[in-house]
C-alpha cells in the first residue's frame, strides 16, 4: 500500500509513533508520544505503524503486541510526561528523563542509586597532558609514536540545537534516552533481534543473539559468524580501561570496544563506538552492552533494564561528530569500566580533563551471578559481522596494520591505548593488560599488530565476502 508523503506524515503523527522528524511533519513531544501509546496499547492502531522505504515510499507493516508491551514497560517509571523536554538529533529523538523514572529504576525496584567509586588511574599517572575542555589534546603518555590524540567531546556539550531551536541537551536531574519509538522497533524481525547484539533490521531473516562470545576458547573463535581482531588478557580483574581512537568504517557493523568477561554461565559488560546501519546509520556512535546468559538476553545502551544511568552529559547511542581520517586529526575517548560493590561502573573521558562516571549495570541485571564478584577476561579490538549481502565491511580505518613500522601510517590505523586493567576491587591503582592472546579470524580481512612495551595495539582492516574472511 502506498500513501503520498502528506498523508504518510498525517498518518504517524495520529498513531503516535514517529516517523524521521522535520519541518513538514512537525515535532512530537514526548507527552504526546507516551500518551498515544498508553492509550491505544490496548488494541488500538498500534498494531500497525506506518514506516519508510526506500523503494516504496511510506508501508503499512505490523507490530506486535510484544513491541508495544516493551515501550509501554519501558516508560512505566515516568509520572509527568508534560515535564519531560525533547530534542531530535541525527533523526532521532532524544528524551530528557528524571533520573529516578528511567527504565532500569523502575522496573528493577531500586529505591537508592548507587554512588560511583574514584576511578582507576594508569600504574605510572598521570600519562596524559595538561588536557582542556577546549582542545582536549593528550600527548606523552603510551600511545603510537607521531600520534597526537584529540579528545572528542560528547555531542551534548557542543552547544548545538536542533530544527526546532530546541537545545541539544538535557538539564541537571534527568538522563538522555533515545526514544524507543514504535516504528524504529517495527524494523526488525522481533524483540529479541532489536535488543540482539547483531540485528537483521528488517532484512527478514532472524537476528543471532548469541553473536560475540561463544564458551569456546580464543583461538576457536575465527569459526564464528562476527569476525574479530582482539587481544586479551586472561586475568582476573574488576575493570579496565583503554583510550579508542574513532574512525568513520565503511561496514554494515563494525566496532571497536572493550569486553569484561567471565564463562558458566557467559556474563559480560561491553563498550565502546560501533557504525551499526541496523540499528542507526553510517556516524560512529557510543554504545554499550551486556549480557547476563550467553547473549539469549541483554541488550544495547538503555534499550531494556539493565543500566542505570546517572549523569546528562553523555547520550548512549549518540553520534560522535568528531572522528579520525587517514593522516589528519586523531579523535578518541577514553573508556574505563570499574567493578565496585557488585556494580559494573561506566567512566568517559572525552574533552573534558577527567574521566567522569555516566552510570553502572547493577548486580541484580547478572542475577548476582559470577561477574558480580570479578572478570576473569579482558579483551579489546575489532568486532565486525556481515550484512544480507554477505559482505564484512571495514573495520577501524579500514587500513592494515602491518605497515604502521613506517612513520606515515602511525595517523592512518585504528588503535588503542593506554590499557590497562583493575586488580582489585578497593584499588585506585591500574595494572598494564599483557595483551598476549591475540586473535585474528582471517588475516587476508583483517589485521593485528600488539605493542606490549607501550600497551597499545593496532587493529583494522579492509574485510571482504564471507568466502573470503
Not at 507493516?61 to 519501558?74: L, R
Not at 580501561?241 to 568477561?261: C, D, E, G, R, V
Request: aromatic share 12%.
Amino acid at each position: 500500500m502506498k500513501l503520498s508523503l502528506s498523508l504518510a506524515a498525517y498518518s504517524v503523527l495520529a498513531l503516535g509513533v514517529n516517523a524521521a522528524p522535520t519541518a513538514d511533519n512537525g515535532n512530537i513531544g514526548f507527552s504526546q508520544f507516551l500518551g498515544d501509546v498508553r492509550n491505544k496499547a490496548n488494541p488500538g492502531p498500534l498494531s500497525k505503524v506506518i514506516s519508510a522505504s526506500s523503494s516504496n515510499g511510506f508501508q503499512i507493516k505490523a507490530v506486535s503486541k510484544e513491541v508495544v508491551n516493551h515501550i509501554t514497560k519501558m516508560y512505566g517509571g515516568i509520572k509527568d510526561a508534560s515535564k519531560v523536554s525533547s530534542f531530535v538529533l541525527n533523526g532521532t529523538y532524544v528524551d530528557c528523563i528524571p533520573v529516578n523514572e528511567q527504565p532500569t529504576v523502575h522496573s528493577l525496584n531500586i529505591s537508592r542509586i548507587a554512588s560511583p567509586p574514584a576511578f582507576v588511574y594508569a600504574p605510572t599517572y598521570p600519562y596524559y597532558a595538561n588536557g582542556s575542555t577546549s582542545g582536549g589534546n593528550y600527548t606523552g603518555g603510551p600511545v603510537p609514536p607521531g600520534v597526537v590524540m584529540h579528545g572528542a567531546p560528547s555531542v551534548l556539550s557542543l552547544g548545538l540545537k536542533d530544527a526546532f531551536n530546541k537545545s541539544i541537551s538535557c538539564p541537571a536531574g534527568t538522563i538522555p534516552m533515545q526514544r524507543l519509538a514504535v516504528d524504529t522497533l517495527a524494523r526488525f524481525s522481533s524483540l529479541k533481534d532489536f535488543l540482539a547484539k547483531q540485528q537483521t533490521g528488517g532484512s527478514g531473516s532472524s537476528g543471532s543473539a548469541a553473536s560475540p562470545r561463544s564458551n569456546n576458547p580464543l583461538s576457536k573463535r575465527a569459526e564464528n559468524p562476527h569476525k574479530y581482531a582482539v587481544v586479551a588478557d586472561y586475568v582476573t580483574n574488576f575493570g579496565g580501561n583503554s583510550w579508542l581512537s574513532i574512525w568513520k568504517p565503511k561496514a554494515w557493523f563494525s566496532i571497536s570496544q572493550q569486553w569484561y568477561t567471565v564463562r558458566n554461565p557467559q556474563q559480560t559488560v561491553e563498550g565502546g563506538w560501533t557504525v551499526n546501519h541496523s540499528k542507526w546509520d553510517a556516524q560512529p556512535r557510543l554504545f554499550i552492552f551486556y549480557t547476563p546468559d550467553g547473549y539469549k538476553s541483554g541488550c544495547w545502551n538503555l534499550e531494556c533494564p539493565g543500566f542505570v544511568q546517572t549523569t546528562n552529559t553523555w547520550l548512549l547511542g549518540g553520534p560522535f561528530l568528531h572522528y579520525s581520517v587517514p593522516g589528519g586529526a586523531q579523535w578518541g575517548f577514553q573508556m574505563q569500566w570499574k567493578l565496585y560493590r557488585g556494580n559494573w561502573w561506566l567512566f568517559l573521558q572525552g574533552a573534558n580533563r577527567y574521566l567522569e562516571p555516566v552510570g553502572y549495570y547493577p548486580a541484580i541485571v547478572y542475577g548476582n551471578g559470577p561477574i558480580t564478584k570479578n572478570a576473569t577476561l579482558a579483551e579489546y579490538g575489532g568486532e565486525t559481522a556481515a550484512n544480507s549481502t554477505k559482505i564484512y565491511g571495514e573495520m577501524g580505518s579500514a587500513q592494515f596494520p602491518a605497515e604502521t613500522d613506517r612513520l606515515e601510517y602511525h595517523n592512518t590505523v585504528a588503535y588503542q591505548s593506554n590499557v590497562y586493567t583493575a586488580p582489585r576491587e578497593e584499588s585506585s591503582q591500574g595494572e598494564w593488560a599483557k595483551l598476549g592472546g591475540q586473535i585474528v579470524s582471517k588475516a587476508a580481512c583483517y589485521g593485528l599488530m600488539v605493542n606490549s612495551a607501550r600497551h597499545y595495539f593496532y587493529f583494522g582492516g579492509t574485510g571482504g565476502t564471507t568466502t573470503t574472511c
